[in-house]
């Protein structure tokens, strides 16, 4: 390309010398174009893409008569475009809390989000007024509830609740909105959709209503699922059902998914990372594989030697002793060292920090950190 710059100055001293060699210029091009498609080879790949969601040192409490009950205690996590997260722990360990916190559904009073940041797409949702996060909520982000009895509003009909975000947020028509809650209802497998959509909660089952809950939540094509115990209360057999169908959606629609369970074996084949969560921390988190069959903290431990399949035909089941604290009157130390078999005088005191013990997983665990145990390995592999 210097010759051809150096050329064109010679045009205009020299115009007729330029013309005989504006072939030599031409010859040159086809050379710097095929230099192209190197250049674009060697052009460096992000291997640190930025995550879709990226949640930092989340803290929320409730203010109560009883003291200040803290639900979730510095949670920080990334979840990537088409990931899939799962967040586990018994019933008050403040899954729930977390995922409701990200999208302004903590009542206030007597709830408060004293610190952290849910940066989703570049954009502080913790920052956002009711106005903006009105525009996130149900579109770009969607929740399906736990009990769709409770969460489905009993005296509308299942067209009103279903088209409702897309008048809202797309500004469609009801006809145009009704033919899409019904090829929405279709594809979560509700039979005789047209009908069925002018029904109320009341009259479909339970596995029913969780799908039409599936089709409310996804009818935006949003980016984020949040599934908080998408399968309670529900049989073995539309358990399933209901999971792969949010797979499939998920396939479909390339939505990142956070999956909220107490059941081990929902999350196992589901999810693509396990987020462990005991008194409002994260205590364990890593690759699904690894969260399961390396554990690195007692509680993970203990929840999975809990699972009935997994035990032993003819002996007790085991259970874990005690019960989780109460969040209002945490003590010092590790929240699980009153349970835990591996407890020390050590574990009583002072702050315990989630660190990486293994590529890619992380421990809230002293001993486990400082490497003086060695939890047992789940050997069906």
Do not use: W
Not at 79 to 91: A, C, D
Not at 222 to 228: M, R, S, T, V
Not at 238 to 256: P, Y
């Amino acid at each position: 390309m210097s010759v051809i710059s150096d050329q064109k100055s010679e045009v205009r001293s020299q115009k007729p010398e330029a013309r005989s060699q504006k072939p030599e210029a031409r010859s040159q091009k086809p050379e710097a174009r095929s230099q192209k498609p190197e250049a674009r080879r060697q052009k460096p790949r992000n291997t640190n893409p930025v995550p879709l969601l990226s949640v930092q040192n989340l803290r929320t409490s409730f203010h109560t008569r009883n003291g200040i009950v803290r639900a979730v205690d510095g949670v920080s996590f990334d979840i990537e475009k088409g990931q899939t997260l799962g967040i586990v722990g018994e019933s008050g360990s403040g899954k729930s809390v977390t995922c409701y916190s990200l999208l302004g559904l903590i009542p206030q009073p007597p709830g408060k989000i004293e610190e952290g940041k849910a940066l989703f797409d570049g954009r502080d949702l913790l920052a956002m007024s009711e106005k903006e996060l009105r525009t996130v909520r149900g579109k770009r982000v969607s929740m399906i509830f736990q009990d769709p009895m409770t969460s489905l509003n009993p005296f509308m009909r299942i067209q009103d609740q279903i088209t409702e975000p897309l008048i809202i947020h797309d500004g469609i028509d009801k006809e145009t909105a009704t033919k899409r809650a019904i090829q929405a209802l279709e594809e979560v497998g509700v039979p005789d959709a047209p009908r069925r959509i002018r029904q109320y909660p009341h009259e479909f089952s339970g596995g029913m209503r969780q799908r039409v809950m599936i089709a409310m939540a996804l009818i935006t094509n949003p980016e984020l699922l949040i599934a908080d115990e998408p399968t309670t209360a529900l049989d073995v057999t539309v358990q399933a059902q209901v999971l792969e169908l949010i797979k499939e959606m998920q396939r479909k629609h390339g939505t990142a998914v956070i999956l909220i369970s107490h059941d081990l074996g929902v999350v196992a084949g589901f999810v693509d990372k396990v987020n462990v969560m005991y008194a409002g921390r994260v205590v364990e988190s890593g690759p699904t594989r690894e969260v399961y069959y390396h554990s690195k903290h007692p509680y993970n431990e203990a929840l999975q030697r809990s699972i009935p399949a997994l035990q032993t035909k003819g002996q007790e089941l085991y259970t874990i002793p005690g019960a989780p604290p109460d969040l209002a009157r945490l003590g010092a130390g590790c929240a699980f060292a009153p349970r835990c078999a591996y407890v020390q005088d050590a574990c009583r005191s002072g702050e315990l920090a989630l660190k990486g013990v293994a590529e890619n997983h992380e421990s809230a665990c002293r001993r486990v950190q400082d490497k003086e145990i060695q939890l047992s390995v789940n050997s069906n592999q």
